[in-house]
């Protein structure tokens, strides 16, 4: 089949699922008699976030969480690809650091942000962190799967060689460590949101986290449908972007697989 | 496999004995008893103490009520009962007409504080002796919405303070610790709570209470239309025992508090001179002439209010929205 046939044919699964799941919501809700402020009907989400995105408040918030998912997603990338090279590297330090990395991940971040909020102020600062946090950790862990899976032969290869120690980064665990990498950072791409949105709900005056809580404050159930439905949009499109960079970033694995 | 019979037998006889004995751990609620689920809109806590006082001196079963407490959150408890789940719970009083502006029927059958009970907090440094001594300060709330919010508009409304003439910081519920560590210059949160909790660490502090300068329709107890037309006796059992439970709790604080005891998780280990302040603070929140009763201009007020906000668009009849037949 043509490439071009398969992807129309996956868009057209994808409107069809689409168009299937909002009639089944258009009837439960037209149907079940269940009030607007506990489940609005689809009409009722569409005629909102028009509203929202007329008046450029949907926007506004889209762009403040966009922001401290970004910022969290490299604060926390960064933080944990350098521990986790460490880690990898050095079976002293894993046994160190481990009990405190491991039991970091047992407290929930729920817990967590209303200190976070208190020791780095209501700011932005707080929210960036608490995304950072819930990235860290998967993160952490496929970076050192994926150069602890690197084979040794290609060391000895790279010593043969006399590859410097930058070169056998760049030329040998990069490449090598990339594809686990990836799949790290797939989950905490998708994870870097609700940390930010943890974040907003625990004290926050902008973002979704703040819509969603404006919706629940004033049982506008609709607005916090157009607020959930934004923040699945930006979770897809990271995780999105992700595999984008995958397929580019790997596709050198596909050429030596053909 | 002789063992294993032997087991199933053991365990079967375990199970009979339990089944007569009732061997469950729970506590039986007599059949005639109609078990109310309370939302109460906080965690456990000694200012809800005329309700615990209520269950344990009878009050409630004597109405043939029995009481589930709901520590959820507050908007939960208005949409269930807008929505005819159940048919009590305890609310701030702007919940009210912004849930009925959305359609909710809930109508507010009791007053359960007699005044709002907001107050805006500080360092007695910062020189906050009135609401205009707010402009250019850095004011740390839960955040834009709730009681908290509205009480403080109510205040920057009656300073002619707009909110560009201050800063506002969402900082959740941490308002005792953000004050403390001097990251908001003033505060804002309920009288019988961040006041004390503070001048307990030892602060001197300036409080302002909006109910000083604006009479607004306080926390209560709400149903909804369904259970006022379908149910009323119920509704006048509910309020009869809250009634009753509030003004036993005024009379015999001591007794009120000590019946705090089983239902406040951790009580025995707080600091109980703090605690009792919190109750006494909430006891003077409780008195309302007579009890139970809201006033009318507090409603037109706090209509006012939301108006202003933008947080109802338009006006409601205030009149479907409460009611005192009940706590008269």
Redesign the interface.
């Known amino acids: 089949m043509k490439p071009w046939v398969d992807n129309l044919r996956k868009i057209g699964f994808l409107i069809l699922s689409t168009v299937g799941g909002l009639i089944l919501w258009h009837l439960f809700t037209a149907y079940s008699n269940i009030p607007s402020f506990i489940f609005p009907k689809p009409v009722e989400v569409w005629a909102r976030l028009i509203t929202v995105l007329a008046d450029g408040s949907l926007i506004y918030h889209t762009l403040v969480t966009l922001q401290e998912v970004i910022l969290g997603l490299a604060l926390g990338l960064t933080t944990a690809i350098v521990t986790g090279y460490f880690l990898a590297k050095s079976r002293l330090v894993e046994r160190v650091l481990s009990p405190y990395i491991v039991a970091s991940q047992s407290i929930p971040i729920v817990a967590i942000a209303p200190l976070l909020v208190i020791w780095l102020g209501p700011g932005i600062l707080s929210k960036i962190l608490t995304s950072a946090l819930i990235v860290f950790f998967p993160v952490l862990v496929n970076t050192i799967v994926g150069l602890r899976s690197v084979p040794n032969e290609l060391y000895d290869l790279m010593r043969s060689l006399q590859a410097s120690h930058l070169q056998r980064i760049t030329k040998l665990e990069i490449p090598a460590a990339l594809p686990v990498f990836l799949g790290g950072l797939r989950i905490g791409a998708t994870l870097a949101v609700i940390g930010a949105v943890v974040g907003e709900f625990v004290g926050a005056d902008k973002g979704l986290g703040f819509l969603v809580n404006v919706g629940r404050g004033l049982y506008d159930t609709a607005l916090v449908f157009v607020a959930v439905f934004t923040l699945v949009l930006l979770a897809l499109g990271l995780y999105g972007t992700v595999v984008y960079l995958e397929n580019h970033l790997l596709s050198w694995q596909k050429r030596n697989g053909e | 496999m002789k063992g294993t019979k032997k087991l199933i037998l053991i365990l079967l006889a375990v199970m009979l004995v339990s089944s007569c004995t009732g061997v469950d751990g729970g506590e039986q609620t007599p059949e005639e008893l109609i078990v109310i689920r309370l939302p109460m809109g906080y965690i456990p806590n000694v200012q809800y103490a005329p309700f615990y006082a209520g269950m344990e001196e009878g009050f409630f079963a004597d109405e043939g009520l029995a009481i589930e407490f709901d520590y959820s ?1 507050e ?1 939960d408890g ?2 269930l009962v ?2 005819n789940e159940i048919q009590f719970s305890l609310v701030s009083g702007e919940q009210v007409p ?2 009925r502006a ?3 029927p809930i109508v507010y059958v009791l007053a359960w504080y007699g005044q709002y009970p907001v107050a805006v907090i500080a360092k007695s440094e910062q020189n906050l002796n009135s609401p205009q001594d707010m402009a250019g300060k850095s004011i ?1 709330l ?5 009681a908290n919010y509205v009480g403080l508009r109510a205040l920057m409304g009656y300073a002619g303070l707009e909110e560009k003439d201050l800063t ?7 308002q005792v ?2 004050l403390a ?1 001097d ?1 908001a210059e003033v505060i804002v949160g309920y009288v019988a709570n961040e006041p004390v909790q503070l001048a307990a660490q030892g602060y001197d502090l300036d409080v302002l209470l909006v109910s000083d300068y604006l009479d607004l329709v306080s926390n209560g107890l709400i149903t909804n239309e369904t259970t006022l037309a379908e149910n009323p006796d119920l509704v006048r059992r509910m309020v009869s025992a809250t009634l009753k439970s509030i003004q036993f709790a005024v009379e015999n604080p001591e007794q009120a508090y000590q019946h705090c005891f089983k239902y406040v998780e951790g009580l025995e280990d707080a600091n109980q001179e703090v605690q009792t302040q919190v109750l006494e603070s909430s006891l003077a929140l409780y008195q309302t002439d007579p009890y139970g009763y809201s006033k009318p201009q507090a409603w037109e007020n706090m209509m006012e209010v939301l108006l202003d906000m933008g ?1 109802m668009k338009a006006e409601i009849n205030l009149t479907e929205a409460y009611t005192n037949e009940f706590s008269q």
């Open positions: 959150y908007t208005v949409a807008g929505a912004i849930a959305e359609g909710l740390g839960p955040g834009l919405f709730g506002l910081e969402s900082v959740g519920f941490n610790e953000v560590a990251t947080l």
